[in-house]
């Protein structure tokens, strides 16, 4: 309740502040002048059906934030000559100065007022400027509208235009009125080409052309058919080729509301001296291929060592790096080849993928010993990096588990190890922490210590004992990685070690699509201290606690001097009696016990998975600023299968379990599948609309009843359901009983709103529906498991809004989720019993969740 009373009050003292400042919004409107407060356009008649319409007006009204223009507010708070009006102070009023030095330093009372120039600089500049209407920039919207519909096929467009005076003083909207008239469409296309080559290139894809005969003229369509051709050309040897060289005029005089096209190609033209010349366009071949791997050594004086391998010339002007496969199978083109500008762009992205060179140079010459001037030499200028690159950083860290700690992670980077451009990377991290002992609140120092090393081995091609090429050609960046990693905590839960390995094969198929295969996927997981389950497991220690004294148990073998029951000894010795029968616990006590221990037995259980996967994205995001994109993820991956083959051909048998054992571990059998869809869309102004739906499933089989925790799911958290915290929520209608809640199902829809506020502060308002679910595994709770589509029912919903900071290269995320939907409350008090910001849940995140 003090919480709720301290948030409306702060809430009430900024809306007061904003009444206050909102009477004050045309404080800097000059007399004669109006303060521009909205745009309407009307195009025949109507409003616009495309929204983007709305931006093309030169003059905008000032930004607002629930409906309050608070940039403005901002602005109007700042002093026109702020440091003129201080030093004017200064001189007229000697008695008020003589008090404030009387107070302050000469320097400190210069600084005083350098400081409030200095604030209300930075007041215009968090602010925005009035919006005044004005007629050279209502003429300039005017014409930006009629050039928007003239591209669309509109030649005729005219746009007048009305000031409407508001009610209010100073304040004015501009009316804009678009009168289209009929479209134009396209009625015949033809060519005037130069060049007769570039001619017979453009009758072999005439057919595909963009432009079509009956269809409205369309700007962008005349751009996107100028890039198809010129790509076209560029592709099959018109090396000189250039976009502006290809022209398109349109006839529409006394057409009838018609277009005829024209597309215009003239010869090559090149200057010399002051004189423009033009020639006919010609294919070009690569006569000759010139690698030169160490570049930066090259020098005019210095003859280089030249071998020739396969159809390339590799020049050294030095001592060997590379061996020869290495270099040439990054490059995409080959003596004798037509020029393409898709080898070029392959060769330059194989090339940088690499991570052995430093911008790589690919230029052509005319070979001169060619008198026809088709030929070209192609010359791959490389300047190779850095052999060994260390980086290392020092980071504090704090969390429940840990009151403080410091970490130090380092890596060491070995490139060309076997001088055929592989990558070893060696990573190390170590962590020491300071914590309170859970069971007996003692303070220990520095008694946390997690270690851990991993090193991974890249090498730039398929590692198969047989060949691929014509399956997975080297253009789709193919590559394998080798992995191994070893991990200890030491006071830290269970306190782990694990022990992992992989062998991964990654490549891409277009510039969208992506395939990974991770053939191996090994991971051995060992708990050093079960005994410590419910001291790291606070839920089921209370919930069998609560049964002890439920049936008054006060025996020193349970219990200690507390009445509490001690950990572990007295814990495991009384689920064990009681569920035996010795202690006089009812049903559902027992089956409460045999929840506990079941769950107790499968956390702290070793695990050894040996799986394979696959895993399939497509993504068409451009680069991080892209927010119009949508990425699909599909991943299946199967564990146990190789084991149990080997298990039960050497003859391996079960234990008392049913399980069989390798290494003394029972192995984990399974297979699981997931599938995650994002799609952004981008709307004016930089307002985005995202969304999320994550579906995921693991059934055990086999050797397995269930799924190992570390390959389970979860619910809630920053980057899932955000008014709840990470693991609190589900497995279905259960309500998060436990500390850590997991299970083998999980179904996730989110969508989220962004908007821009001011500068790099954005906003966003959420939802997020969800939960988490038990099926075909050991689970017996009914409550958990889902039994059928009527179970979607316990699918929760948070809602809420965010803050965020767009630092440029990362994104500072505040998210405050609230429990709209609670499938885990009595049928009837779901809907909004916790919507309140008592039981709101603050999540910090970096970027943003999808």
């Known amino acids: 309740m003090e919480k709720t009373g301290l948030h409306a009050k702060i809430g009430l003292i900024i809306l007061l502040i904003i009444l206050l400042v909102s009477c004050s919004a045309i404080k800097r409107v000059p007399d004669g002048k109006k303060l521009l407060t909205k745009n309407t356009i009307l195009v025949d008649s109507a409003a616009p059906i495309d929204p983007r319409v709305q931006t093309l007006p030169t003059l905008q009204p000032n930004q607002k934030l629930l409906n309050i223009p608070l940039r403005l507010h901002i602005y109007n708070l700042a002093r026109p000559n702020r440091d003129s009006i201080y030093l004017k102070w200064m001189q007229e009023n000697p008695e008020g100065l003589k008090r404030r030095n009387a107070i302050l330093s000469e320097k400190q009372t210069i600084a005083f007022g350098q400081g409030l120039v200095n604030f209300n600089k930075w007041l215009k500049r968090t602010g925005e400027p009035p919006s005044l209407i004005d007629k050279v920039a209502i003429d300039k919207s005017k014409e930006k509208l009629r050039a928007w519909y003239w591209n669309q096929g509109w030649f005729n467009t005219k746009v007048d235009h009305n000031i409407i005076d508001s009610d209010r003083p100073k304040r004015a909207k501009v009316e804009y009125l678009v009168d289209r008239g009929q479209p134009y469409k396209i009625d015949s296309i033809s060519t005037q080409i130069a060049t007769p080559v570039i001619d017979s290139l453009y009758q ?10 009956g269809e409205q003229y369309f700007t962008p369509d005349i751009n996107a058919e100028r890039d198809r051709l010129n790509s076209h050309f560029r592709n099959h040897g018109a090396f000189y080729m250039e976009k502006d060289n290809i022209r398109f005029e349109g006839d529409t005089v006394n057409t009838n509301q018609k277009a005829n096209i024209t597309l215009i190609i003239k010869d090559r033209e090149f200057k010399i001296a002051d004189s423009t010349y033009s020639i006919p366009y010609k294919i070009h071949k690569i006569s000759e291929v010139n690698i030169i791997p160490d570049y930066q050594n090259a020098s005019s004086t210095q003859r280089p060592d030249t ?18 496969a290495s270099l040439t199978d990054a490059i995409f083109f080959h003596k004798g080849d037509i020029y393409r500008d898709i080898d070029r762009d392959r060769t330059y992205r194989r090339i940088t993928e690499l991570q052995s060179f430093l911008y790589p140079t690919i230029n052509y010459v005319v070979d001169p010993r060619d008198t026809t001037g088709t030929n070209l030499i192609a010359n791959v200028l490389l300047t190779s990096k850095k052999k060994f690159e260390f980086t290392y950083g020092v980071e504090t860290t704090h969390s429940n588990i840990q009151a403080i700690g410091v970490g130090l992670n380092t890596s060491l980077l070995i490139r060309n190890l076997f001088r055929g451009s592989e990558l070893l990377d060696i990573s190390f991290r170590g962590n020491i922490g300071a914590s309170t002992n859970a069971a007996n609140g003692d303070t220990r120092f520095f008694d946390l210590q997690e270690l851990g090393a991993d090193a991974r081995l890249s090498f730039p091609r398929l590692f198969l004992p047989f060949d691929v090429d014509n399956l997975i050609p080297k253009y789709m960046s193919p590559s394998t990685n080798f992995s191994v990693g070893y991990f200890s905590q030491t006071n830290i839960g269970l306190d782990k070690q694990s022990l992992n390995g992989a062998l991964t094969y990654n490549w891409r198929q277009t510039a969208i699509k992506s395939t990974r295969v991770d053939l191996v996927n090994a991971q051995y997981v060992r708990n050093l201290d079960p005994g410590n389950f419910f001291n790291v497991y606070q839920s089921s220690y209370s919930s069998v606690n609560d049964v002890a004294r439920d049936l008054n148990i006060n025996n020193p073998t349970y219990v200690n001097e507390d009445g509490n029951l001690s950990i572990p000894t007295g814990t495991n ?70 084991l149990s083959g080997i298990s039960s051909l050497v003859g391996i048998d079960k234990n008392s379990n049913n399980r069989r054992r390798v290494f003394g571990v029972e192995y984990s059998q399974y297979i699981k599948t997931e599938i995650d869809y994002i799609k952004h869309w981008q709307y004016v102004n930089n307002h985005v609309f995202a969304i999320r739906a994550f579906g995921g499933i693991a059934i055990p089989y086999g050797n397995s009843d269930n799924i190992p925790f570390i390959r389970s799911f979860f619910a809630g958290g920053p980057n899932d359901n955000r008014a709840w915290q990470a693991y609190e929520l589900g497995p279905g209608k259960t309500g998060g009983l436990n500390d850590f809640n ?74 405050m989720g609230f429990k709209t939907y609670n499938p885990a409350l009595e049928e009837g008090r779901r ?20």
């Open 573 to 642: 010795t009384f689920i064990n009696d009681a569920i035996a029968g010795n202690l006089g616990a009812t049903p559902d006590q027992r089956e409460t016990l045999r929840n506990v221990r079941e769950r107790r037995d499968r956390l702290s259980q070793n695990n050894l998975i040996i799986s394979s996967s696959y895993n399939w994205t497509r993504n068409n995001r451009e680069g991080i600023y892209d927010d119009d994109f949508s990425r699909f993820n599909f991943r299946i991956e199967s564990a146990g299968n190789v």
């Open 742 to 815: 997991e299970a083998n199902m999980k179904l996730a829809f989110n969508a989220e709103y962004r908007f821009p506020i001011s500068g790099a502060f954005k906003g966003a308002v959420f939802a997020d529906v969800g939960n988490i679910y038990n099926v075909l595994d050991s689970e017996d709770d009914p409550d958990a498991i889902f039994d059928g589509i009527e179970d979607l029912e316990f699918l929760a919903l948070g809602t809420g809004a965010g803050l965020r900071y767009d630092f440029g290269f990362f994104v500072l995320r505040f998210d």
């Open 307 to 324: 071998l020739k391998y396969e159809d390339y010339n590799i020049l050294r002007f030095g001592k060997r790096k590379y061996k020869r």
């Open 831 to 850: 809907w909004f019993k916790e919507f309140k910001i008592s039981r709101s849940v603050l999540n910090v995140g970096i970027n943003y969740p999808f």
């Open 204 to 213: 072999l894809v005439k057919s595909e052309s963009i432009l079509k005969k």
